[in-house]
């Protein structure tokens, strides 16, 4: 398949993707997902990145999964873009980039353990900030171990747990109070 730098995927190359998708091929779903991206369909690419991955990539599924549902496509579409299914996609536009390039001039590869290590931390905090038990439990433990970040993050989570808790409970009550 040959290089497209439009924004508009050419429909025999989506059609023939889709259809090795379907049939469970995770490199045609990974650039399916990047290619629907690409062109505007965020939920799209949210859908078949989530068929093709989320049993292998959870953290990233449920991350993708936070974001969307406030609101943030694009941060949504960034997790699956940057996670390690994806990025490291035999057939996925980054490695059309890297083949395209001379020997000389392709890039190292991110480690696959940092981008999981702060792709679990995204998660984490987000968990907590919703209140999320085992999220907080996991940042506690961190910080009395002497994680002096996890007890910053802990407390401005938990923060912003109880603002939320709050105006909830304000706007559930019969006086507005």
């Given amino acids: 398949m040959e290089h497209r730098s439009s924004s508009v995927p050419d429909p025999n190359e989506i059609a023939e993707l889709r259809a090795r998708a379907d049939a469970g091929d995770q490199d045609a779903a990974g650039r399916l997902g990047e290619l629907l991206a690409r062109s505007g369909d965020r939920e799209g690419a949210l859908r078949v990145w989530a068929r ?14 936070l974001r969307a549902e406030d609101g943030d496509l694009e941060g949504a579409v960034s997790a699956w873009q940057v996670s390690d299914a994806v990025w490291q996609n035999r057939e996925g536009l980054r490695q059309e980039y890297l083949d395209s390039l001379d020997a000389d001039e392709r890039l190292e ?4 353990e940092d981008w999981a290590f ?4 995204q998660l984490t905090r987000m968990l907590a900030e919703r ?7 996991k940042l506690r433990a961190q910080a009395h171990a ?6 910053t993050l802990l407390a401005t989570c938990e923060e912003r747990y109880r603002r939320r808790k709050n105006a909830t409970t304000r706007s559930e009550s019969p006086l507005g109070e």
């Fill in 118 to 121: 702060i792709e679990e931390e």
């Fill in 52 to 65: 093709a991955y989320g049993d292998s990539s959870p953290t990233t599924k449920r991350l993708a999964e």
């Fill in 109 to 112: 590869d991110d480690d696959p």
């Fill in 131 to 137: 209140g999320d038990e085992a999220a907080i439990a």
């Fill in 146 to 151: 002497g994680d002096s970040a996890a007890a």
